[in-house]
């Protein structure tokens, strides 16, 4: 608790700071029109395995069998002069597996919740429940290239409960710093403890520190244009908790655009975990590499996207069927996704 209250203060300190300052050198370039918006996205998909149980790579979302749900996305957002809300509401499986930290059924269905307040144009304050700083992936499907999801991403935080400060430093420099309860943990603390975040953004490149009891992670999200239709996108990230338990993972994504209406990107990760962190190895260490290649092709608000996906993987830790597991596992994915 000493160390928590350490980090909430000096928080406070700097964020107090800053604020004073930037204050100081603000003026007021005309008042805004307040605007309502009303969005989102719903979507389905088929998800086949070439073994003899249909068994899905242990990632999070499209890991059903057969003809699947998705998930429904409502986004109500209202901007004013200086403050705002968004209210982010999901349902069906993938909604119910981004909010896999909720303990009441109220608010299960909420993606995400909060309110801000521009103190300048440089610095906006952030108070509620807001999708995760870290990684390359989100958990909506309309934002996502690949379709499935990474490990990397699976096994990170969704969400966090709590207050952040951004700064806009300059049009190529950007600061976040926030104080969160623990990681998914959307209505309360459980567990009297907080979590610490930061994020740095240089160049559309960032940085980013996720600490608190036990558990740092820190994680670079970024990108290159090659050319005008060839993207490549990276995240690299590594993790610890209690000691030498873990994971780390880097993932590059390449992304072609041939027309106004059809892309294709491969994503290729590469995923270990040692001692028994998560769904990979039961008290030991497993690596894992996977290659998904997803097409994807737009008609105005729809889009298509066909994905074929290998994991290989240093044990066996794929049940191909009721007596046999495999090191390697195939899969086929096709996704409808409609946004609005």
């Known amino acids: 608790m000493k160390k928590t209250t350490i980090i909430i203060t ?7 700071l800053f604020t004073t300052f930037a204050v100081a050198q603000d003026s007021e370039k005309g008042i805004p029109e307040p605007t309502f918006e009303f969005d989102g996205s719903i979507d389905t998909y088929f998800r086949a395995s070439f073994s003899d149980d249909p068994v899905a790579p242990a990632t999070s979302f499209a890991d059903l069998n057969g003809f699947s749900l998705g998930m429904a996305n409502f986004i109500i957002a209202y901007e004013g002069e200086k403050s705002g809300f968004v209210a982010d ?6 909604g119910s597996d981004s909010v896999f930290g909720s303990k009441g059924n109220s608010s299960e269905m909420l993606n995400q919740l909060y309110l801000y307040y521009n103190i300048t144009n440089k610095i906006k304050i952030t108070m509620g429940n807001f999708n995760t700083f870290l990684g390359y992936e989100v958990i909506s499907p309309v934002a996502n290239f690949n379709y499935s999801t990474s490990y990397m991403f699976s096994y990170g ?28 943990q959307t209505e309360a603390n459980y567990d009297r403890y907080n979590a610490f975040g930061a994020q740095l953004g240089l160049y559309d490149q960032y940085i980013n520190l996720l600490t608190g009891e036990n558990y740092t992670q820190i994680d670079y999200t970024g990108g290159f244009d ?19 338990q873990g994971f780390l993972g880097i993932a590059l994504y390449p992304q072609l655009t041939t027309s106004g209406s059809f892309a294709i990107g491969l994503r290729g990760e590469f995923f270990s975990e040692t001692d028994g962190f998560g769904a990979l190895a039961n008290n030991g260490d497993t690596d894992n590499f996977s290659l998904t290649l997803t097409g994807s092709y737009s008609a105005g608000n729809f889009i298509l996207k066909p994905e074929f996906r290998i994991d290989s993987a240093s044990s066996e830790i794929f049940a191909i069927s009721p007596s046999e597991t495999a090191d390697s596992l195939a899969s086929f994915v096709i996704a409808a996704i409609y946004s609005f």
């Open 10 to 16: 000096l928080f406070l300190s700097f964020s107090v």
């Open 89 to 94: 509401v999901v349902f069906g499986p993938r």
């Open 157 to 184: 935080p969704f969400s966090h409960t709590g207050v952040k400060v951004d700064f806009s430093i300059s049009d190529k420099v950007s600061l976040m710093v926030g104080v969160f309860n623990q990681t998914d």
């Open 226 to 244: 090659l050319v005008d239709s060839f993207f490549v996108g990276i995240n690299a990230t590594s993790a610890t908790l209690f000691g030498d």
